[in-house]
C-alpha cells in the first residue's frame, strides 16, 4: 500500500541550527502538507502546498520556515534557525484532491520527524 | 474560527467492554477523519465520513456523522488491549487549501 515516508525519524540538533525535514508524498497526490505536534498537545496546522507553490500558511509558519518540491518526488520543511520551542513532532501529509468541507479527500500522513532542539 | 472537542479526554475500559467518543465541531461539520495515534508516534488513518448520517465501520470500530448535533462519534465494540492509544478527530476547515483542524485527542486505555 502506497505510503507517505519522512526522515529522519528523529533529530536531535542545537538552537539555532538549520534543519531539513524530507518528505515522499504518494507518487499520484498533488496536495501536500506539513503539521506539527508538540508533545501532549494537539495536532496543528503548519502549511499547504500546491502546485508548486504555498497555498496556505499558519501563523506559525513565521520566515524561519521554508517548504520546498525540489524535485518530482520530496517535499521539505526547512527551519533556518531552530529554537527551543520548535521542539516537536513533524507531520508530511498529502492526498489526491483538495479536500474542502462538503467534499473531503483521504488525507495520508507519514509516521513523522521528532525534532529535539537543546 | 471552527474548533474540535472531542470527549471524554480520557477513558479506562476494561477488555471487552464498548465505547464511544464523540467529536463536536463548532461549525457545520460536513466531513470528518478520525486517526489513531501511539503516544509520540505517527497518525494511522481509521475513517473519513462524508456525508450527514453516514456510518462506516471497520473490523470493530464503527465510526458515524451526525451533521443536525455537528458531532462524530466513534464506537469500539468489545475493546481489546490493541484499541489503546490516541483518538483524534480532524475536520476540513473552511477555506479552499484542504487542511485540517484537530480535536486534542481522547486517550484510550483498555485493561485487560
Known amino acids: 500500500e502506497p505510503e507517505v515516508t519522512q526522515t529522519p525519524s528523529h533529530q536531535v540538533t542545537q538552537m539555532g541550527q538549520e534543519v531539513i525535514l524530507r518528505c515522499v508524498p504518494i507518487?499520484?497526490?498533488?496536495?501536500f502538507y506539513w503539521y506539527r505536534q508538540i508533545l501532549g498537545q494537539k495536532v496543528e496546522f503548519l502549511v499547504s502546498f500546491y502546485n508548486n507553490e504555498i497555498s496556505e500558511k499558519s501563523e506559525i509558519f513565521d520566515d524561519q520556515f521554508s517548504v520546498e518540491r525540489p524535485d518530482g518526488s520530496n517535499f521539505t520543511l526547512k527551519i533556518r534557525s531552530t529554537k527551543l520551542e520548535d521542539s516537536a513532532m513533524y507531520f508530511c501529509?498529502?492526498?489526491?484532491?483538495?479536500?474542502?468541507?462538503?467534499?473531503?479527500?483521504?488525507?495520508?500522513f507519514g509516521e513523522g520527524s521528532r525534532l529535539t532542539v537543546l | 474560527s471552527q474548533e474540535l472537542e472531542q470527549s471524554p479526554q480520557s477513558l479506562i475500559v476494561q477488555e471487552g467492554k464498548n465505547l464511544t467518543i464523540n467529536c463536536t465541531s463548532s461549525?457545520?461539520?460536513?466531513?470528518l477523519y478520525w486517526y489513531k495515534q501511539k503516544y509520540g508516534e505517527g497518525l494511522i488513518f481509521l475513517m473519513m465520513?462524508?456525508?450527514?448520517?453516514e456510518e462506516k465501520s471497520h473490523e470493530k470500530i464503527t465510526a458515524k456523522l451526525d451533521e443536525k448535533k455537528q458531532q462524530s462519534s466513534l464506537h469500539i465494540t468489545a475493546s481489546q488491549p490493541s484499541h489503546a492509544g490516541i483518538y483524534l478527530c480532524?475536520?476540513?476547515?473552511?477555506?479552499?487549501?484542504?487542511?485540517?483542524?484537530f480535536g486534542q485527542g481522547t486517550t484510550l486505555q483498555v485493561k485487560p
Open positions: 461549525k457545520t461539520l460536513y466531513g
Open positions: 507518487s499520484n497526490h498533488l496536495y
Open positions: 480532524g475536520a476540513v476547515s473552511t477555506g479552499n487549501t484542504g487542511k485540517l483542524i
Open positions: 465520513l462524508q456525508k450527514g448520517g
Open positions: 501529509a498529502s492526498s489526491k484532491v483538495r479536500g474542502t468541507p462538503t467534499n473531503t479527500g483521504e488525507l495520508f
